[in-house]
T-cell receptor
Framework: KQEVTQIPAALSVPEGENLVLNCSFT??????LQWFRQDPGKGLTSLLL???SQREQTSGRLNASLDKSSGRSTLYIAASQPGDSATYLC????????????WGLGTSLAVNP | DTGVSQDPRHKITKRGQNVTFRCDPI?????LYWYRQTLGQGPEFLTY????????KSRLLSDRFSAERPKGSFSTLEIQRTEQGDSAMYLC????????????FGEGSRLTVL
C-alpha cells in the first residue's frame, strides 16, 4: 500500500532564503507525482507535475526533483518571499491504481519578512 | 475565468438537511474528481468520472452521498441527511486524460453542519 510522507510538517524561514521541502513514498511503482500549494481555506493550486520517466521539472523559482529508486521527491524554492507562505502538498499517482492520488499531509511554510 | 469552479463556496446547514454542491470543470477536461478534506489532512478521494460515467467510488462514501455528471460536463455531489461528521471542504478537480493526468482543483465548497 502506497504511503506518502512529507517532512517537515512545518517550516519557518526568513525572506530570501532558499529552501527544500521533502516528500517520500513507499512504493516506487508510481505513474507521476504532483506538487500543490494550498492557501488557508482555499482549494489547491497545481505547481509542478513530474512523470515517472522525468527527473525534474522547473517553473520560475520552483524546481521539483524525482528519484523513484529512493522513493523521494523534493521541492526547491529559491529566494523565498512572504507570498510563498502556504501549505505545500505532494501527491503520488500510482501505476497500479492510477485514477486517484495518494496524498501527503503537507508542509506548512511561513516566510517571514 | 476558465478554471474549475465550485458552488456554493460555503454552506451552513442543520443536521439532517440535504445539501448539493456543483462543480464546473475546465471545459475540455474529460475527467472529474471529488475529494473531501478536513483540517490538517490531505484530500481524501471520494469519486471519479470519465465523461458521464462514474468509474470509481470510495468506500468512504456512504449511501447518503451521491454524485452525478449527467452530460459529461458539470457534476453535482449531494449529501442526504447530513451529519456533523460531514463537515469538511469538498474539492472538485478535473484533468485531461492521463492516468492520472495533471489535476486542476477548484476553490472548494466548505460544508458546516450544525
Amino acid at each position: 500500500k502506497q504511503e506518502v510522507t512529507q517532512i517537515p510538517a512545518a517550516l519557518s524561514v526568513p525572506e530570501g532564503e532558499n529552501l527544500v521541502l521533502n516528500c517520500s513514498f513507499t512504493d516506487s511503482a508510481i505513474y507521476n507525482l504532483q506538487w500543490f500549494r494550498q492557501d488557508p481555506g482555499k482549494g489547491l493550486t497545481s505547481l509542478l507535475l513530474i512523470q515517472s520517466s522525468q527527473r525534474e521539472q522547473t517553473s520560475g523559482r520552483l524546481n521539483a526533483s524525482l528519484d523513484k529508486s529512493s522513493g523521494r521527491s523534493t521541492l526547491y524554492i529559491a529566494a523565498s518571499q512572504p507570498g510563498d507562505s502556504a501549505t505545500y502538498l505532494c501527491a503520488v499517482g500510482n501505476a497500479g491504481n492510477n485514477r486517484k492520488l495518494i496524498w501527503g499531509l503537507g508542509t506548512s511554510l511561513a516566510v517571514n519578512p | 475565468d476558465t478554471g474549475v469552479s465550485q458552488d456554493p463556496r460555503h454552506k451552513i446547514t442543520k443536521r439532517g438537511q440535504n445539501v448539493t454542491f456543483r462543480c464546473d470543470p475546465i471545459s475540455e477536461h474529460n475527467r472529474l474528481y471529488w475529494y473531501r478534506q478536513t483540517l490538517g489532512q490531505g484530500p481524501e478521494f471520494l469519486t471519479y468520472f470519465q465523461n458521464e460515467a462514474q468509474l470509481e467510488k470510495s468506500r468512504l462514501l456512504s449511501d447518503r452521498f451521491s454524485a452525478e455528471r449527467p452530460k459529461g460536463s458539470f457534476s453535482t455531489l449531494e449529501i442526504q441527511r447530513t451529519e456533523q461528521g460531514d463537515s469538511a471542504m469538498y474539492l472538485c478537480a478535473s484533468s485531461l486524460g492521463g492516468n492520472p493526468g495533471e489535476l486542476f482543483f477548484g476553490e472548494g465548497s466548505r460544508l458546516t453542519v450544525l
